[in-house]
C-alpha cells in the first residue's frame, strides 16, 4: 500500500516519484518558544506526582535554563545527556533544551539493571547524566563505570533540589540553529538477543509523528491527555504527549501507572481529559478494577492502544462503557506512529491497526521478498519521514533492517480485500507445529474468552510429534478455578488443531516490561530452559 511520495534513506527527507531530487533541509522550529508566546498562561504540563503546574511560559524559560546550563557544563551540539527517572516534566524540559542547544537526549529504561544500562551509557557515552534521588546509588555506580563527568539529581517537589538549584544558576543560552535531520534523542529498543540497539531519533521523525498521530486523534489545543506510560518509551513521550504539545494542548503525567489513579482522573470533571494512549495491559487492568463500572467515562473522546495486539475481551469491556478503543501500530524505529484505525471503522474492523498514517507507506512482503495478495501473512514493512535513519554505532544493524528506503520490522501482519492492516503477531514469537505457523495473539484471544482468566500467553515449546506445540500460561483471576482440560476444550472448538495448545500452566502473574508487554522470552526461560526467540 502506497502514497504518493517515495523515501530517501537520508533523514526524513522526501523524493518525489518520478524525480532524482531530494527536497530541501527543513530548518526545526521550536514549539515551546512558539507556545510560550502565543499562549503563555496556558497549562502545558500537570504532574501529578509533585502537583506542579507548567504553563507554556514557564516551560519555555525551564527549557532555557537546562540548556543554558547544560552548556555551562560544556555539552556542545552532538553531545548526549542522560535521562535516569521516573515520568515528570523534565523529560520534556531535556528533551526542548536539547532540541535548543542542539544535543541529543538518552533516555534510560530505570528497571534495567546496572550492568543492562551500563551496556547502554557506554554505548552512547553521555557527558551528563540526570536522574532521580531515587536511583542515587545507581547513578554513582554508573558514573565510575561509564566514565560521566557530571550527575544532576531530581528531588520531586523539592525547590532546592541540585537540579532546581542548576537551572536557577543558569546564565544565557547560545541557541544553535538545526534541522528536522539533525538527532534528537537515542532510544533503546529491548532486545530479544543479544544487546539493545539505540535507535536514532530525529527531530523530523518527532514532527512528522505529530502530523500523522495529531489528525486522526483529532488533537488540537484544547486536548488534555493522561500520560501513563513511560517516558522514556516512545510510546509515553509521542503517544500522544508530543502531538499534545505540538498542539498547544494539556498533558497530564501520572509518575508510574496506577489503575485506580487513571480511572479516578478520567472520571474527575476538574481534570478534563479528553484522550488517553496506551498498550493493553494497562486497559485490561483498568477493565478487572473496582472503579471501572462506577467512573464517568464520558469526556473520553480518544483511547488509543498500540504496542501489542489488543485482545477482544479488552475492547469489548472498554465498548460496553461507551469507549471505542483506537487501535494503531508502530514501534521505536517509526516514531512511532505507521498505522492507525479510524474511529469510524473501530467497531466495523475490530482487531485492526487501521490503514498506514498520512506521511507514511506500508507493505506486506512474503519471504520471496514479493508484496503478498490478501489475506496472506507476510512481514510488514514501512518506509515514511517519520522512519529512523538507524542504529546508534550498529552499521551491521542498519544495513540489515532496511531493503532500500523500506524498514523491515520483524511483524508478521496481513491486508485484508479494503486495505486494513491486521498485525498477526511478532515473528519471533510465531512458532511453527507440523509444518503449520501458529501465531500466539490468535490463541490468546480465545483463551480470554474463558471468563476466569485475567491474564494469558501462549509459547511454542519442544515436541517430539510435532517439532514444537504451543503451551498456555494462564493467570486466573482471584478466587477463580479452572481446569487445564476446560481450557484445551475451549480452544478446541474455536481454533484449529494445530492452534490448540498441548499443555496448561499456571502462576500468579505474567513477565511484563516497563509498557506492559509481555515477556515471553523470560517465560520460555521458565519453562523450557532456553533464552532464545520461537524462530529467527
Given at each position: 500500500m502506497l502514497n504518493d511520495t517515495r523515501v530517501s534513506r537520508k533523514y526524513g527527507g522526501l523524493r518525489w516519484m518520478g524525480q532524482n531530487r531530494e527536497m530541501p533541509t527543513i530548518r526545526y522550529y521550536d514549539w515551546i518558544r512558539h507556545h510560550g508566546g502565543g499562549r503563555p498562561n496556558q497549562v502545558a504540563i500537570h504532574d501529578l506526582g509533585s502537583g506542579r503546574r507548567l504553563t507554556y511560559r514557564e516551560l519555555d524559560r525551564r527549557t532555557d535554563q537546562l540548556g543554558a546550563?547544560?552548556?555551562?557544563?560544556?555539552?556542545?551540539?552532538?553531545?548526549?545527556?542522560?535521562?535516569?527517572?521516573?515520568?515528570?516534566?523534565?523529560?520534556?524540559?531535556?528533551?526542548?533544551?536539547?532540541?535548543?542547544?542542539?544535543?541529543?537526549?538518552?533516555?534510560?529504561n530505570w528497571r534495567l539493571t546496572v550492568?543492562?544500562?551500563?551496556?547502554?551509557?557506554?554505548?552512547?557515552?553521555?557527558?551528563?547524566?540526570?536522574?532521580?534521588?531515587?536511583?542515587?546509588?545507581?547513578?554513582?555506580?554508573?558514573?565510575?563505570?561509564?566514565?560521566?563527568?557530571?550527575?544532576?539529581?531530581?528531588?520531586m517537589g523539592s525547590a532546592?533540589?541540585?537540579?532546581?538549584?542548576?537551572?536557577?544558576?543558569?546564565?544565557?543560552?547560545?541557541?544553535?540553529?538545526?534541522?528536522?535531520?539533525?538527532?534528537?534523542?537515542?532510544?533503546?529498543?529491548?532486545?530479544?538477543?543479544?544487546?539493545?540497539?539505540?535507535?536514532?531519533?530525529?527531530?523530523?521523525m518527532t514532527f512528522w509523528n505529530c502530523v500523522n498521530l495529531g489528525i486522526p486523534a483529532r488533537i488540537t489545543s484544547q486536548t488534555v491527555q493522561l500520560v501513563s506510560l513511560p517516558l522514556f518509551h516512545t510510546g509515553g513521550l509521542n503517544c500522544y504527549a508530543n502531538p499534545v504539545l505540538h498542539a498547544g494542548g494539556t498533558i497530564i503525567i501520572q509518575r508510574t501507572f496506577d489503575p485506580g489513579e487513571a480511572l479516578t482522573v478520567f472520571g474527575d470533571r476538574s481534570y478534563g481529559v479528553t484522550h488517553y494512549f496506551a498498550v493493553p495491559a494497562p486497559y485490561q487492568f483498568m477493565a478487572q478494577h473496582p472503579l471501572f463500572e462506577e467512573v464517568d467515562l464520558s469526556r473520553l473522546q480518544v483511547a488509543g492502544v498500540g504496542g501489542a495486539p489488543c485482545a477482544l475481551s479488552i475492547l469489548e469491556a472498554w465498548a460496553g462503557r461507551g469507549v471505542e478503543i483506537v487501535?494503531?501500530?508502530?514501534?521505536?524505529?517509526?516514531?512511532?506512529?505507521a498505522t492507525v484505525l479510524d474511529a469510524a471503522d473501530a467497531m466495523r474492523k475490530i482487531g485492526s491497526a487501521g490503514k498506514p498514517v498520512l506521511h507514511t507507506s506500508v507493505r506486506i512482503v512474503g519471504e520471496d521478498g514479493v508484496d503478498t495478495r490478501p489475506g496472506a501473512v507476510g512481514e510488514l514493512w514501512i518506509a515514511g519521514p517519520n522512519i529512523t535513519p538507524g542504529y546508534w554505532n550498529k552499521p551491521e544493524?542498519?544495513?540489515?533492517?532496511?531493503?532500500?528506503?523500506?524498514?523491515?520490522?520483524?511483524?508478521?501482519?496481513?491486508?485484508?480485500?479494503?486495505?486494513?492492516?491486521?498485525?498477526?503477531?511478532?515473528?519471533?514469537?510465531?512458532?511453527?507445529?507440523g509444518g503449520e505457523n501458529v501465531y500466539p495473539a490468535e490463541v490468546e484471544n480465545v483463551i480470554f474468552q474463558l471468563p476466569e482468566v485475567a491474564d494469558a500467553a501462549i509459547i511454542g515449546v519442544p515436541s517430539e510429534k510435532w517439532g514444537e506445540a504451543g503451551k498456555a500460561i494462564i493467570v486466573l483471576k482471584p478466587g477463580a478455578t479452572l481446569e487445564p482440560r476446560v481450557v484445551i476444550d475451549h480452544?478446541?472448538?474455536?481454533?484449529?488443531?494445530?492452534?490448540?495448545?498441548?499443555?496448561?500452566?499456571?502462576?500468579?502473574?505474567?513477565?511484563?516490561?516497563?509498557?506492559?508487554?509481555?515477556?515471553?522470552?523470560?517465560?520460555?526461560?521458565?519453562?523450557?530452559?532456553?533464552?532464545?526467540?520461537?524462530i529467527s
Open positions: 546550563y547544560l552548556q555551562s557544563l560544556g555539552v556542545k551540539k552532538g553531545d548526549r545527556v542522560g535521562m535516569l527517572a521516573q515520568n515528570g516534566p523534565e523529560f520534556f524540559e531535556l528533551q526542548f533544551a536539547c532540541g535548543r542547544i542542539g544535543a541529543i537526549a538518552v533516555l534510560l550492568p543492562e544500562l551500563e551496556y547502554i551509557l557506554n554505548d552512547s557515552s553521555p557527558m551528563v547524566l540526570i536522574h532521580d534521588a531515587s536511583f542515587g546509588e545507581v547513578a554513582i555506580q554508573l558514573q565510575t563505570l561509564c566514565s560521566i563527568e557530571h550527575l544532576v539529581s531530581i528531588v532546592d533540589s541540585p537540579y532546581e538549584t542548576a537551572l536557577a544558576s543558569a546564565g544565557p543560552i547560545s541557541v544553535v540553529e538545526l534541522t528536522l535531520d539533525d538527532p534528537s534523542t537515542i532510544m533503546y529498543t529491548s532486545g530479544t538477543t543479544g544487546h539493545p540497539k539505540g535507535a536514532i531519533i530525529t527531530h523530523g487501535q494503531g501500530y508502530g514501534m521505536t524505529e517509526t516514531s512511532p506512529g544493524a542498519t544495513a540489515s533492517s532496511f531493503d532500500g528506503p523500506w524498514l523491515k520490522t520483524g511483524d508478521a501482519a496481513r491486508l485484508d480485500d479494503e486495505g486494513f492492516v491486521y498485525i498477526v503477531d511478532r515473528w519471533k514469537d510465531m512458532y511453527i507445529s480452544c478446541v472448538s474455536k481454533l484449529a488443531r494445530f492452534k490448540v495448545p498441548a499443555t496448561v500452566e499456571f502462576i500468579d502473574v505474567l513477565p511484563r516490561n516497563a509498557t506492559g508487554k509481555v515477556l515471553k522470552r523470560e517465560l520460555r526461560v521458565q519453562f523450557v530452559g532456553i533464552d532464545a526467540p520461537a
